[in-house]
């Protein structure tokens, strides 16, 4: 047990760098936050440090856990992976096929992989926070939409209907939601501790998120897409928040839990004597389905299927600040989670904990 000012845990020798920064972020005012870095499906780091609320008051545990926003993008791909893995969902039919009412308003030729890739035309969220916790609405009111761009042609970040959009697959295709296929097929067998729709029994280990310096609870994102308009840093520490299933956005675990199941991917579809999925199974999340100009984001970007593509790496990032990147090559998964927010524009934390796994890659 490592035991380094602020931060605990235990970490390999050889990836020292990695604790030593998240007791930097920590020594420089961050509220709190939890870094692990999984080789070979094992945790190689394994840290955590600072406190669980705004007042530091209480201590961020083992066991805390955290909403890591649009990282659970990741969670509700690998969710659509394993099916189209099991023979059991198509990924280049049409989502009419799953969901015959989704063909309304021009949207027939959407294939699954549109919804995955951020191609399918509909980005926008036009409802409000409140109506984001009712999945027959909220699935009802993207299915009467009509695209905005040819599906498949252009890219427009859907931060917060994708999640939406494929948990509806999902759930046509297995007569489960999202946050349960998760919980039955991912989660359970791997025993991770992360949750699509959290129960009212996890709340205590909750930290909760803390809007950026100078900024109060109703912060909301300001880079384009970054998050839905008009979601604040309180509707997402709200009850109603946690309780619901928004694939794309409420996902709460901790470090550890993200590096775990996201070995899966990192390890040829297998982690823990566990198989998900095959090898093709995992290669097809980082073939290439757009590569250009995001329309909501304003910057070039590489869409994988769930995936952000960077490189030979692959993984995505959560408003705030959370990010989680896979490395097949060398077999290893990064995950950082924070519940301290800072400007999208001015937060390079994830990058930083990236290069100081990195270090550690060199001496193995």
């Known amino acids: 047990m490592l035991c380094m000012g602020e931060v605990r845990g235990s970490y390999d020798d050889l990836f020292v760098a990695v604790p030593n920064a998240l007791g930097a972020l920590l020594d420089a005012g961050d509220v709190g936050g939890a870094v692990a870095v999984f080789v070979d499906g094992e945790p190689v780091v394994d840290v955590w440090g ?39 969902l198509d990924l280049d039919a049409p989502v009419a096929r799953y969901w015959p009412e989704f063909a309304a308003a021009g949207k027939e030729k959407v294939l699954v992989r549109h919804l995955l890739s951020h ?30 761009w040819e599906p498949g042609t ?17 759930r046509r295709v297995t007569g489960r939601t999202l946050g349960e296929f998760f919980a039955d097929e991912i989660a359970g067998p791997l025993g991770a501790d992360f949750h699509i729709g959290l129960g009212a029994e996890h709340d205590r280990r909750v930290a909760v998120t ?28 709200g009850v109603g928040w946690r309780r619901a299933e928004i694939p794309a956005a409420s996902g709460f675990g901790n470090a550890r839990s993200v590096a775990l199941v996201q070995s ?19 290669a097809r999340a980082w073939v290439e389905e757009f590569s250009g100009e995001d329309r909501l984001l304003g910057m070039r970007v590489r869409y994988g299927l769930g995936y952000g593509l960077f490189g030979t790496t692959y993984g995505w990032g959560g408003w705030g600040g959370s990010m989680m990147l896979v490395e097949p090559d060398n ?11 800072r400007e999208p524009g001015d937060d390079g934390r994830g990058m930083e904990m990236i290069m100081a796994a990195y270090e550690g890659l060199q001496g193995l």
């Open 50 to 88: 600072g406190f669980a609320d705004a007042e530091r008051a209480v201590p961020w545990e083992r066991d805390t856990i955290v909403n890591v926003w649009s990282v659970t993008k990741t969670m509700t791909a690998l969710c659509a992976l394993v099916l189209a893995d099991r023979g059991l």
């Open 154 to 170: 252009a890219a427009g970040y859907h931060s917060i209907t994708q999640g939406f959009l494929v948990g509806e697959v999902v």
């Open 210 to 237: 803390v809007p950026p310096s100078g900024k109060d609870d109703d912060y909301a994102a300001s880079a384009p897409g970054a998050a839905v308009g008009g979601i604040r840093v309180r509707d997402g520490n």
């Open 264 to 282: 899966v991917m990192a390890c040829g579809g297998a982690a823990r004597g566990v198989r998900l999925l095959s090898d093709a199974g995992c």
């Open 331 to 341: 077999r290893l998964v990064m995950a950082y989670v924070t519940n301290q927010m």
């Open 119 to 148: 191609t399918a035309g509909l980005p926008d969220w036009d409802g409000t926070v409140e109506e984001l916790f009712d999945w027959a609405s909220a699935t009802g009111r993207l299915a009467a939409q009509a695209p905005q």
